[in-house]
């Protein structure tokens, strides 16, 4: 998955209502891309 797809994804998962952050991160550790959704997420949170 290209960068430009990985944070259109996290960005309208953020603007989701209902979003659960826990479970996001659940799925990033389970998919090892942990480090990737931390770095997007400081930006937008």
Known sequence: M???MF???IQAYLDDAQ???R???DYAKRRRVT???HDVLGVWL
Request: charged share 40%.
């Open 7 to 9: 944070n259109k994804a």
């Open 19 to 21: 979003k659960n952050i």
């Open 2 to 4: 290209d960068s430009e």
């Open 35 to 37: 480090k990737r959704v």
């Open 23 to 25: 479970n996001l991160l």
